[in-house]
């Protein structure tokens, strides 16, 4: 078979490599650059979990890079060579003497081969934050010069350096997958639970945020409600943070004294801060069966106290060693550690009966309605069922607790009134119970009702219970036979109440047409007065209306009258004054002209008359002279002669003229 493996492997100048001879074990450190050529009793190593493997050159880990960290970095050598001036030089190396479980920690920038058995690790340097820090570890105290012992760790905070690499001696603590921890922030609502592993002695010039003062190893310290950061400290571990517990109103904790034992409920509305140095958050679990009863969730909050809501109508007792307290609904109750709800175990069934109770923590004090169903037996001994429903409410609030004394209120209840049942029915025959069965029943119970007053009701002093209505539900008459006669009778007795309802009916509707008959009549005579009355009105309005007009109209003719008098005198007046000028202008004229006027106008008057009067001469036969005169003569005119004498002339002048016309 041929070997095909390669012989001869080149380093470069960066790189080194491993060859064992097979012959001594020896291991000797080839250094690039250079050229290793195998012999046949050579092979390529390498340093594996603490001892040597041969490696096949073609697998690529024959040959390995020198360890190398830039300035910002720092590598962490295993095994240094005895003799620290050593150096490796190019080509082939012999082995050197180690240091072996001593490890030395070398600063960048560098960059070496590993002598055979040695491991390195390359570290970047740590960058901080003021608010981060490291954690170092002493690992050899001679190394690192310093005083503390191996395994002391030493805390390097943000605050004071920003970059830092160690020293050998010193090795930085990897945490949670990273070498930088974050600083505690101290905060309003929270605080820092902190353990002393070392005891010391705090200064104000620490800058911890300890309040000074000497403190042994194994004490608490806690931190609370304070600013900045927190760095722990060779002498001081933090346990963890405490964050405040907010609590709502009727929302509670419940708190241990660690010094006392004693247990207190802290209620809300608050923040609550616990200090673990001094106490403790502890829970209070219920079984399954008293979150039934108590009415919460079964699985609530456990660090929350227990809290129960009691409804409207409701009340719950709350007891404890000493105390024992009401709490009346609406409200949510915060119970103490020690405190517990009394349990009450009700009668259940139809009749009531304890075989089976109803638990429950929850008394209803108002509108509790309780039913039950009795068997009764009446005086002619005959048996009847009676179904009941009592309405029941607890009354005395300044004695409160009372209502908790009798744990099955319903059977005390539904025994002390069946017993009264039972008396007031035996005293009474079928006959005369079944026309008044409720009225017998409630009086039992309630007592005798009175005008204008509430039934009394029946009060219990044993727990303060009063029965305040009974409401009887059914009657029933167990003997068939008798409830064939009762029912006889009664459908008997309800034919003759609805004939004389129907009777009365009818006799309520006569009387209502009869009275909308009557309003009616008496709706048209208000009407027709009404109607009647408004005329008269009319009529006297029209009349009042016409005698102002007639007396307006009065006034007006009276004025037209009296204007028109006084136009009238004035126009007398006028003419008076005309006349009178006229008479005196005319009495100023000379008589000549006087008798001038008359003559002139006894001849116009002569012409006119000639004019006239001669037609009616020709047709009486006369002259015209005497148709004249005997005009003239009838008129009272002094002066007719002269004017007859004026028309003979006139006529005998025509006369003439008429002749010689004629001729």
Same mark, same amino acid.
């Given at each position: @078979?041929?070997?095909?493996?390669?012989?001869?492997?080149?380093?470069?100048?960066?790189?080194?490599?491993?060859?064992?001879?097979?012959?001594?074990?020896?291991?000797?450190?080839?250094?690039?650059?250079?050229?290793?050529?195998?012999?046949?009793?050579?092979?390529?190593?390498?340093?594996?979990?603490?001892?040597?493997?041969?490696?096949?050159?073609?697998?690529?880990?024959?040959?390995? &890079?020198?360890?190398?960290?830039?300035?910002?970095?720092?590598?962490?050598? !295993?095994?240094?060579?005895?003799?620290?001036?050593?150096?490796?030089?190019?080509?082939?190396?012999?082995?050197?003497?180690?240091? @072996?479980?001593?490890?030395?920690?070398?600063?960048?920038?560098?960059?070496?081969?590993?002598?055979?058995?040695?491991?390195?690790?390359?570290?970047?340097?740590?960058?901080?934050?003021?608010?981060?820090?490291?954690?170092?570890?002493?690992?050899?105290?001679?190394?690192? !010069?310093?005083?503390?012992?191996?395994?002391?760790?030493?805390?390097?905070?943000?605050?004071?350096?920003?970059?830092?690499?160690?020293?050998?001696?010193?090795? =930085?603590?990897?945490?949670?997958?990273?070498?930088?921890?974050?600083?505690?922030?101290?905060?309003?609502?929270?605080?820092?639970?902190?353990?002393?592993?070392?005891?010391?002695?705090?200064?104000?010039?620490?800058?911890?945020?300890?309040?000074?003062?000497?403190?042994?190893?194994?004490?608490?310290?806690?931190?609370?409600?304070?600013?900045?950061?927190?760095?722990?400290?060779?002498?001081?571990?933090?346990?963890?943070?405490?964050?405040? %517990?907010?609590?709502?109103?009727?929302?509670?904790?419940?708190?241990?004294?660690?010094?006392?034992?004693?247990?207190?409920?802290?209620?809300?509305?608050?923040?609550?801060?616990?200090?673990?140095?001094?106490?403790?958050?502890?829970?209070?679990?219920?079984?399954?069966?008293?979150?039934?009863?108590?009415? =919460?969730?079964?699985?609530?909050?456990?660090?929350?106290?227990?809290?129960?809501?009691?409804?409207?109508?409701?009340?719950?007792?709350?007891?404890?060693?000493?105390?024992?307290?009401? @709490?009346?609904?609406?409200?949510?109750?915060?119970?103490?550690?020690?405190?517990?709800?009394?349990?009450?175990?009700?009668?259940?069934?139809?009749?009531?009966?304890?075989?089976?109770?109803?638990?429950?923590?929850?008394?209803?004090?108002?509108?509790?309605?309780?039913?039950?169903?009795?068997?009764?037996?009446?005086?002619?001994?005959?048996?009847?069922?009676?179904? =009941? +429903?009592?309405?029941?409410?607890?009354?005395?609030?300044?004695? /409160?607790?009372?209502?908790?004394?009798?744990?099955?209120?319903?059977?005390?209840?539904?025994?002390? /009134?069946?017993?009264?049942?039972?008396? /007031?029915?035996?005293? +009474?025959?079928?006959?005369?119970?079944?026309?008044?069965?409720?009225? %017998?029943?409630?009086?039992?119970?309630?007592?005798?009702?009175?005008?204008? !007053?509430? #039934?009394?009701?029946?009060?219990?002093?044993?727990?303060? @219970?009063?029965?305040?209505?009974?409401?009887?539900?059914?009657?029933?008459?167990?003997?068939?036979?008798?409830?064939?006669? %009762?029912?006889?009778?009664?459908?008997?007795?309800?034919?003759?109440?609805? &004939?004389?309802?129907?009777?009365?009916?009818?006799?309520?509707?006569?009387?209502?047409?009869?009275?909308?008959?009557?309003?009616?009549?008496?709706?048209?005579?208000?009407?027709?007065?009404?109607?009647?009355?408004?005329?008269?009105?009319?009529?006297?309005?029209?009349?009042?209306?016409?005698? +102002?007009?007639?007396?307006?109209?009065?006034?007006?003719?009276?004025?037209?009258?009296?204007?028109?008098?006084?136009?009238?005198?004035?126009?007398?007046?006028?003419?008076?004054? #005309?006349?009178?000028?006229?008479?005196?202008?005319?009495?100023?004229?000379?008589?000549?002209?006087?008798?001038?006027?008359?003559?002139?106008?006894?001849?116009?008057?002569? &012409?006119?008359?000639?004019?006239?009067?001669?037609?009616?001469?020709?047709?009486?036969?006369?002259?015209?002279?005497? =148709?004249?005169?005997?005009?003239?003569? /009838?008129?009272?005119?002094?002066?007719?002669?002269?004017?007859?004498?004026?028309?003979?002339?006139?006529?005998?002048?025509?006369?003439?003229?008429?002749?010689?016309?004629?001729?």
């Amino acid at each position: @078979m041929t070997d095909t493996r390669e012989r001869d492997i080149l380093v470069a100048s960066n790189e080194y490599a491993y060859v064992q001879d097979l012959t001594k074990g020896d291991i000797v450190l080839y250094v690039g650059p250079t050229k290793i050529s195998l012999s046949n009793t050579e092979r390529l190593v390498d340093y594996q979990h603490g001892r040597f493997v041969p490696i096949r050159a073609e697998e690529g880990a024959a040959v390995a &890079m020198l360890c190398a960290a830039t300035s910002s970095q720092y590598i962490v050598l !295993e095994n240094p060579p005895k003799d620290p001036n050593v150096k490796p030089t190019k080509g082939n190396n012999s082995a050197v003497d180690l240091l @072996m479980g001593r490890k030395v920690v070398v600063p960048g920038p560098a960059s070496f081969p590993l002598w055979p058995g040695q491991r390195a690790r390359v570290v970047d340097g740590h960058a901080l934050r003021e608010d981060e820090y490291l954690v170092v570890r002493v690992y050899d105290d001679e190394a690192a !010069e310093r005083s503390e012992p191996i395994g002391t760790e030493i805390v390097v905070r943000g605050t004071d350096t920003s970059f830092y690499i160690p020293t050998t001696g010193l090795e =930085v603590l990897l945490g949670k997958g990273s070498y930088v921890h974050k600083a505690r922030r101290l905060r309003k609502g929270s605080g820092l639970h902190l353990r002393v592993v070392k005891s010391f002695e705090a200064t104000t010039r620490d800058g911890t945020a300890i309040p000074p003062g000497s403190y042994a190893a194994g004490q608490d310290i806690f931190l609370e409600e304070g600013e900045g950061f927190f760095f722990p400290t060779a002498s001081i571990e933090i346990v963890g943070e405490v964050a405040a %517990i907010p609590l709502g109103e009727r929302e509670g904790v419940y708190v241990r004294d660690i010094a006392t034992g004693r247990i207190t409920t802290v209620t809300g509305p608050i923040n609550y801060l616990p200090d673990p140095t001094r106490v403790q958050i502890i829970a209070r679990s219920l079984d399954d069966a008293r979150c039934d009863l108590y009415n =919460v969730a079964h699985d609530r909050d456990l660090v929350r106290a227990l809290s129960v809501y009691v409804p409207s109508g409701f009340a719950v007792l709350v007891t404890a060693k000493d105390q024992r307290k009401v @709490m009346r609904g609406p409200q949510t109750c915060v119970l103490d550690y020690d405190e517990d709800l009394e349990v009450l175990e009700l009668s259940t069934g139809k009749p009531k009966s304890s075989e089976h109770t109803l638990r429950t923590c929850f008394l209803q004090t108002d509108g509790n309605k309780v039913s039950d169903v009795l068997r009764l037996k009446t005086a002619d001994h005959n048996e009847i069922e009676v179904t =009941v +429903s009592y309405r029941v409410s607890f009354v005395g609030l300044e004695h /409160a607790e009372r209502w908790f004394n009798v744990t099955d209120y319903v059977g005390l209840l539904c025994d002390h /009134a069946g017993s009264l049942l039972r008396a /007031a029915v035996h005293a +009474s025959s079928i006959e005369a119970f079944y026309q008044n069965s409720t009225e %017998i029943l409630r009086m039992a119970i309630l007592g005798e009702k009175r005008e204008g !007053e509430p #039934r009394p009701g029946r009060h219990f002093e044993e727990n303060g @219970m009063w029965i305040y209505d009974v409401e009887v539900l059914d009657v029933r008459i167990l003997d068939p036979e008798v409830q064939v006669l %009762i029912g006889g009778a009664q459908r008997d007795a309800i034919v003759a109440d609805v &004939m004389r309802r129907q009777e009365l009916l009818r006799l309520e509707n006569e009387r209502l047409k009869e009275q909308v008959r009557r309003a009616i009549c008496d709706e048209q005579a208000q009407t027709m007065a009404s109607e009647r009355e408004r005329v008269e009105k009319k009529r006297a309005v029209d009349l009042a209306t016409a005698e +102002s007009a007639a007396a307006v109209a009065a006034v007006a003719d009276g004025s037209r009258m009296a204007a028109r008098e006084r136009e009238q005198d004035l126009e007398r007046k006028m003419l008076e004054a #005309r006349v009178s000028a006229f008479r005196d202008q005319m009495g100023a004229l000379a008589p000549e002209l006087i008798a001038t006027l008359k003559t002139l106008g006894h001849q116009t008057l002569a &012409m006119e008359l000639s004019k006239n009067a001669s037609p009616l001469a020709i047709l009486g036969g006369e002259s015209v002279t005497d =148709v004249v005169e005997r005009l003239l003569g /009838a008129l009272p005119l002094g002066a007719s002669s002269s004017v007859g004498a004026l028309v003979k002339a006139k006529n005998g002048t025509r006369e003439q003229e008429g002749g010689k016309t004629g001729r």
